[in-house]
């Protein structure tokens, strides 16, 4: 069972690695929902914008893993921004979950040309974290100045930052601010599936580097292990997608072993710098076209 978690600002623990769901559809989101707590996982990322809500209640509910054992995020896409649209679509994600509650609730992009509706929408998640139906709220893809700028202009500090970091795109200037004010780092495509995502950029995908592979064959590991390990080793949470379930358990078999400090140093000299997904401060509804479910 993958039970080690992380305090979060506010007191409530994290599980440091748990399931993300970007791209799983229908069954294939239930399913693999369903077989990762029942492989050991807690912890269960999912989102109003991946249209999958009420697949990922069902697979919890068909796991047979109490809910109170179970840590549930889900997110705020953009086009619910604003105060009162963000209470209603609280409302539509728990119903859709089949819950009435959520661990955590996150601003899914920080949107820079509507910041007072970015500002309403923290403040609606403040008001359920002081209500009870939250246990923790933070943000999704904010960069530094986002942060610094909701932290002056909000009362609760956030407990999550999830963002793109990977052995290829590690933004530790990002990473030192949410040490510097107590956020808690969580790495969405922690492997590093997304690169390339925003064209050629002449980097080698984490999963096929040399030195990953040699780190993972000293250990008897697979290189997406090693670079997990490497995360987990660094303090972060991290939220690997897969809808296999051999590699659900393989993402989860990363704690019984350790790397060293000359092999995390190999990895951490991986970073390029370069950005795989889109720039946070290009973030709008009309670049990333979606329609959210309202029913």
């Known amino acids: 069972m993958t039970t080690e978690t992380i305090t979060l600002n506010d007191g409530v623990e994290i599980p440091s690695l748990g399931l993300g769901v970007l791209a799983s559809e229908g069954d294939e989101a239930r399913d693999a929902v ?41 997110k705020l896409w953009m086009t619910d921004y604003g105060y009162d649209e963000t209470l209603r679509a609280f409302d539509t994600s728990t119903a859709k979950l089949g819950v009435d509650h959520v661990d955590l609730y996150l601003l899914h992009w920080p949107w820079p040309a509507s910041w007072d509706e970015t500002v309403a929408s923290y403040r609606a998640a403040e008001h359920l974290l002081k209500e009870g139906r939250v246990s923790a709220v933070g943000v999704a893809n904010f960069k530094p100045d986002h942060l610094r700028k909701l932290v002056a202009e909000t009362d609760v500090v956030p407990a999550v930052n999830q963002i793109e970091l990977h052995p290829n795109f590690q933004q530790p200037d990002q990473v030192a601010l949410h040490r510097e004010l107590g956020i808690v780092t969580q790495a969405w495509s922690p492997i590093g599936g997304v690169y390339g995502w925003a064209g050629e950029n002449g980097a080698v995908p984490p999963l096929q580097n040399e030195k990953v592979q040699a780190i993972a064959d000293a250990h008897g590991k697979t290189p997406a292990q090693v670079i997990l390990r490497w995360h987990l080793q660094e303090g972060r949470s991290v939220i690997p997608k897969s809808v296999r379930p051999e590699r659900i358990a393989e993402n989860a078999d990363v704690f019984d072993f350790a790397l060293s400090p000359e092999q995390m140093q190999d990895i951490t000299a991986l970073d390029t710098g370069l950005r795989g997904a889109i720039d946070p401060d290009d973030a709008t509804p009309e670049v990333i076209d979606l329609t959210i479910d309202a029913a």
Do not use: I, K, M, W
């Not at 492989?39 to 697979?59: F, K, S």
């Open 34 to 74: 369903a077989t990762a707590l029942r492989t050991g996982y807690r912890l269960v990322d999912t989102a109003a914008a991946y249209g999958n809500e009420r697949q990922v209640g069902a697979g919890l509910r068909e796991s047979g893993v109490d809910r109170d054992d179970v840590f549930l995020t889900t």
